[in-house]
């Protein structure tokens, strides 16, 4: 079983950073895909950023490319998401989202059916 619980959501001010945290705990496996997801009210769930820990690849949908920053920390079983340039449209719920090992048949690792288990989410409000 694996466990993840975000930290870090709040409300800042469009223009401005954030940086949100999944901390991951359970069994642990030598590899894993894990992902960011944010979901608005009556939407879809989507996939925001992604890596590997294998290979260290990561993914990212073109609406945040440039301005957010993936990354996992091993020692720390950690993952981190830095948010740079806010804007309104990126107000969401922001899950995390983990699958042990590495799905090889994905194009991408943004798909949210990828991934096994999830933590309960925080919200991020970018106001204008």
């Known amino acids: 079983q694996v466990r993840l619980a975000e930290s870090g959501g709040g409300s800042v001010q469009a223009g401005g950073s954030l940086r949100i945290s999944c901390a991951r705990s359970?069994?642990?496996?030598?590899?894993?895909?894990l992902g960011w997801f944010r979901q608005t009210s009556g939407d879809e769930r989507v996939g925001v950023a992604a890596i590997n820990t294998e290979s260290g690849n990561t993914d990212y949908a073109d609406s945040v490319k440039g301005r957010f920053t993936v990354w996992y920390d091993d020692a720390k079983n950690t993952l981190y998401l830095q948010m740079n340039f806010l804007a309104p449209e990126d107000s969401a719920t922001y899950y995390c989202?983990?699958?042990?090992?590495?799905?090889?048949?994905?194009?991408?690792?943004?798909?949210?059916?990828?991934?096994?288990?999830w933590g309960r989410g925080i919200q991020v409000t970018v106001s204008s």
């Open positions: 359970g069994y642990s496996y030598s590899s894993y895909t």
């Open positions: 989202g983990a699958r042990v090992g590495t799905p090889v048949w994905a194009r991408s690792f943004l798909a949210p059916e990828l991934y096994n288990y």
